[in-house]
C-alpha cells in the first residue's frame, strides 16, 4: 500500500497527522509531495505547482512504484475535515477492498445534473482510492489529458454556478464562505473545472466512480455531516 499526501508549505497540524497514517497503516509507504515553490524538505517531493493540487496528483502518481493500493489524498484531511473518522473509513476501506477491482473510490457527490459541466455524481478532489495498478496508469493518463485540454469557460448557466459557488451572498452557503481575493478567485475556479472534469473523463476511459462510503454507508453518513458543520463554522468564524 502506497499512501500520497500533497501539500502547500508546512502548517501546525501537518507532521501529526503524518504521524497519524503511519500508526493507522504501519506497512505502508507514506509520501508528501510538497506544491509550494523550493519548500520541499528533503524528505518530501518538490511539486511544481503549475496546475495547483491537481499537478501534484499527477507527479505524486508518477512517484508510485508499487502494484498498490493507491491512496492520494490533499492536506485538507488534516484541516477540514474529520480526520480521525476518515482514517477510520479508510482503513475499514483496505481490510475489504478487492484489489483487483477496477474503479476510484473516493468522497462522491450526488449535486443533480443541473449543468452538462459537473457530472452526476463526481468525485470532491482531495480523496482518491486506487486500487491496483492498471486503475492508477488510467488515473494518471485521465489526469494528464485533463490538464492539457485547452481552457473552456463552458455554458453561461455552468459559469454562473461557478460565480454563485465562489461568491455566496451569506456564509453558510458557497465555498468555505468565498473568496477573498482574486487569486483566491481563480485558483478555486481552476480547481472545480478540473474536479468536474475528471469525473466526467475517468468513466470515459472505463474507470467508474464509486463511494468510499460503499464500505460503510451509515459511518459515511456521519463523516458528511461532521465535513459540512465544520465547514460552515470555519466559514463563519472567517
Not at 492536506?75 to 480526520?83: N, Q, S
Request: aromatic letters at 12%; a positive charge.
Amino acid at each position: 500500500m502506497e499512501i500520497g499526501v500533497v501539500t502547500y508549505g508546512h502548517f501546525d497540524g501537518l507532521e501529526e497527522g503524518i504521524k497519524q497514517l503511519k500508526t493507522c497503516f504501519g506497512n505502508a509507504r507514506i509520501s508528501v509531495l510538497n506544491n509550494k515553490p523550493n519548500a520541499a524538505r528533503p524528505s518530501e517531493i518538490q511539486g511544481s505547482y503549475a496546475h495547483y493540487e491537481f499537478s501534484g496528483y499527477l507527479e505524486m502518481c508518477e512517484s508510485f512504484t508499487g502494484t498498490g493500493p493507491f491512496v492520494i489524498v490533499n492536506d485538507t484531511l488534516f484541516k477540514t475535515h474529520y480526520t480521525v473518522g476518515w482514517l477510520r473509513l479508510l482503513k475499514r476501506a483496505m481490510i475489504q477492498l478487492n484489489k483487483d477491482t477496477v474503479t476510484v473510490y473516493g468522497d462522491i457527490r450526488w449535486d443533480g445534473p443541473a449543468y452538462a459541466e459537473r457530472p452526476h455524481p463526481f468525485l470532491a478532489s482531495w480523496l482518491f482510492v486506487l486500487p491496483n495498478a492498471h486503475t492508477l496508469e488510467v488515473f494518471k493518463q485521465s489526469l494528464a489529458e485533463i490538464l492539457n485540454e485547452p481552457a473552456s469557460l463552458g455554458s453561461e448557466a455552468y459559469q454562473a454556478f461557478l460565480h454563485a459557488w465562489i461568491f455566496p451572498k451569506g456564509k453558510l452557503s458557497g465555498w468555505h464562505g468565498g473568496a477573498k481575493d482574486d487569486y483566491a478567485r481563480i485558483r478555486k475556479e481552476r480547481c472545480i473545472r478540473l474536479e468536474h472534469r475528471l469525473s466526467t473523463v475517468l468513466p470515459q476511459h472505463g474507470l467508474p466512480l464509486t463511494s468510499l462510503g460503499s464500505f460503510s454507508p451509515f459511518f459515511y453518513m456521519i463523516l458528511r455531516g461532521m465535513d459540512r458543520l465544520n465547514t460552515r463554522i470555519k466559514a463563519w468564524l472567517n
